[in-house]
């Protein structure tokens, strides 16, 4: 079958073998898969503890083909998406030293097939196409932990999600504004702003800004919950337009640290910084069951052939980008 | 009546004209006032908003001499706690922004007598001292909150508490051993942490010695929560120290901001810093029921009459004092 395979050449397209079936597990036909920054990071080799070769590819929608177990036959023909979390482990609120995400060093979706184990499997919502299904699942249960858990979002809340050019922060924007939340959103390009606004979030303003935040801050009283994956600067300035008690969910930091921070501001506020990565099995059950519940169709930006995925990745650099990129076989 | 003013002559006892009940108050003849690091820092000038001349004084134990209403009356001779909480306001978890502490700009409890709303008196544990129940109230609720809300502290969690010698330290520690967590210390003195680990502690290191504070967390899987005052270079090593979706709680930062963070930990390990500061009406009758339910004998450090009160604040700089500070009108 082809595939998508980094190892010491780079990154390219290959005839790989197809998984055979084993018990517990299934062969899904990738019919989408979608990329995100971690591919691009592994191709870079900016990913802790990168196993070579890698075959990448967190999230995928396909068919299920073959079970290897006869009570699984209920999966075979259905349309999934798969959870790309393995060995969560059983503290619902952060997951074992054992886990790893799919896509390295298990291999991932970015090939015509993928053997993965039954329990992985979520039957696909129906109303999303292929594409908008197979680009849910990495960046949707991410969304889900930052938003809902540790941001504790809801219709009451007002919410700013900041560079929300990226896949995660476009689902954090679209789950806040389904539930009902008032959604901010900050983004260095006004044409983004406006495709949000247009989604439905109340305005935004740019994440360079820092005054701009702070004023649009103080005509609403501060922000409940601010989902973030910069750092950098941006910290103390969004730690400044928090409400009292508000939450600032920190789910990367690109970034890096700030040169100063008010620390006075955390504790006479009784501010939380709330670290968020991934989210448990239950999570992407929720996240999925929130996607159908509100009809939540995923923003695309392009899909590719499997055999362009070296265009595909050049793509995802491009900060301009908005919306999942997606590979089909 | 004998009172300690701070104005533009610095701190001195004074004879100043005694409080009339006024409906909806209580007249309290105070027994016991303990000192905080607050009245010593407005005494500096070094906290937010000083208005002279100051009365001042957060805590305090006495017996209800007058009360403004009838229905009050069922308060006379009751020896109570003052609640030094002054409009918090409708949301349990921050206070609003009109509020206040005792003793700063309301007069406080370095007096004979005080004047305090009725709805601020909460009967004194029988089983303490008026010393020690004089000084339970602001360092108490401090440390209820910071431990069992925002710390989440219960029986089966792993607990340090740095800078031990401090007054909410102090309390939350004993708080925290009296519910059947296990409970580590940092201080600089060994002579304080032996006496922590008499009171129940499991055992303690130097606040200096970050590789032991890493070594000691290694051993015991990492904490599950940290309470902590300081900041500085500490926090890095405090974070480092949290086992996975540990709580940092910070509520004070006498130390500043650390030179390094690592932002990755925080994300990875959804690790959750959280700003705490006092406690509601709430927290405050959940505290003193905390303490009566487990018979927590507040550490007291000195009495001295109210006449030696510049005494009494100048010990209070002194960093080796291990306990609280009590004055008696």
């Known amino acids: 079958m082809k595939a998508v395979i980094i190892d010491e050449d780079g990154l390219q397209v290959k005839d790989v073998e197809k998984p055979q079936v084993e018990v517990g597990r299934a062969i899904v036909k990738i019919s989408a898969a979608a990329l995100n920054r971690r591919d691009q990071w592994i191709r870079e080799g900016l990913y802790p503890k990168i196993e070579l070769p890698v075959l990448p590819g967190s999230d995928g929608c396909g068919v299920v083909q073959e079970v290897g177990d006869e009570q699984d036959k209920k999966w075979l023909n259905k349309r999934v ?12 609120n952060v997951q074992a030293r ?4 799919l896509g390295m060093p298990t ?11 039954v329990d992985r499997l979520v039957e696909a919502p129906k109303f999303l196409t292929d594409e908008e299904a197979g680009a849910l699942p990495l960046g949707g249960v991410t969304a889900y932990n930052a938003l809902m858990n540790k941001g ?14 990226g896949g995660v922060a476009q689902f954090a924007m679209q789950f806040a504004i389904a539930i009902g939340a008032q959604v901010w959103v900050t983004s260095s390009k006004q044409d983004v702003i406006d495709k949000c ?4 979030a109340k305005g ?19 922000f409940d919950t601010i989902i973030d994956s910069a750092g950098g600067e941006g910290i103390d300035t969004l730690l400044k337009s928090l409400a009292p008690n508000g939450r600032y969910v920190l789910y990367g930091a690109t970034k890096g640290l700030p040169s100063t921070l008010n620390l006075r501001n955390i504790f006479w506020n009784q501010l939380a910084i709330l670290g968020s990565t991934m989210g448990s099995d239950q999570d992407f059950v929720n996240m999925v069951q929130l996607v159908e519940k509100y009809q939540i169709k995923t923003i695309i930006d392009k899909v590719f052939p499997l055999e362009r995925a070296v265009e595909a990745f050049d793509r995802i650099k491009n ?8 590979l089909r076989p």
Request: aromatic residues 8%; glycine residues 12%.
């Open 197 to 200: 606004v247009e989604m439905g």
């Open 152 to 165: 504790q979002a809801s219709a009451d809340k007002k919410i700013l999600i900041s560079g929300v050019g």
């Open 107 to 117: 291999k991932g979706t970015f090939a015509e097939y993928i053997s993965v184990p």
């Open 204 to 222: 935004g303003v740019s994440y360079k800004e820092h005054s701009e935040i702070v004023a649009l801050s103080k005509s609403i009283k501060g």
């Open 319 to 326: 900060t301009k980008v908005f919306g999942k990129i997606v």
């Open 81 to 92: 998406v798969i959870n790309p979390n393995n060995d969560w482990g059983d503290n619902p």
């Open 98 to 101: 054992s886990y790893h995400i």
